[in-house]
């Protein structure tokens, strides 16, 4: 079992940026892939960014392409997402997800555990 807790999200005006992080603990997750995902109010959970299980692939959403970065540290145990030239629509809760395939997935199906998610909000 793999437990996921995120940190970092807050209020930010756009143009801003933000750093988050998310520990997993349970067992290592260094042989699965990882990705982000945000959820808005009334709406569905959409994808944003992944990584295979060594950081040599990534994959991101169009809305966040040159903006966000995803990265990971196997012996850390740790998943981040770098935000950058925040815009409000970006507001969301965003939450980590771990796959039990090595991939950067982009699918929130392709996913077996999740975290309970940290805010973000941006200020127009």
């Known amino acids: 079992q793999v437990h996921l807790v995120e940190s970092g999200g807050g209020l930010v005006q756009a143009g801003g940026s933000l750093r988050l992080s998310c520990a997993a603990s349970g067992r290592l997750v260094s042989s699965n892939g990882m990705g982000w995902f945000r959820q808005a109010p009334g709406k569905e959970r959409d994808f944003v960014a992944a990584i295979a299980w060594n950081g040599g692939s990534t994959n991101y959403a169009d809305s966040v392409k040159g903006r966000f970065t995803i990265s990971r540290d196997n012996a850390k145990n740790t998943v981040t997402l770098q935000l950058k030239s925040l815009k409000p629509e970006d507001t969301a809760v965003y939450c980590c997800?771990?796959?039990?395939?090595?991939?950067?997935?982009?699918?929130?199906?392709?996913?077996?555990?999740w975290g309970q998610g940290t805010q973000v909000t941006v200020s127009s």
């Open positions: 997800a771990a796959s039990n395939r090595p991939y950067a997935l982009g699918f929130v199906s392709q996913y077996d555990y």
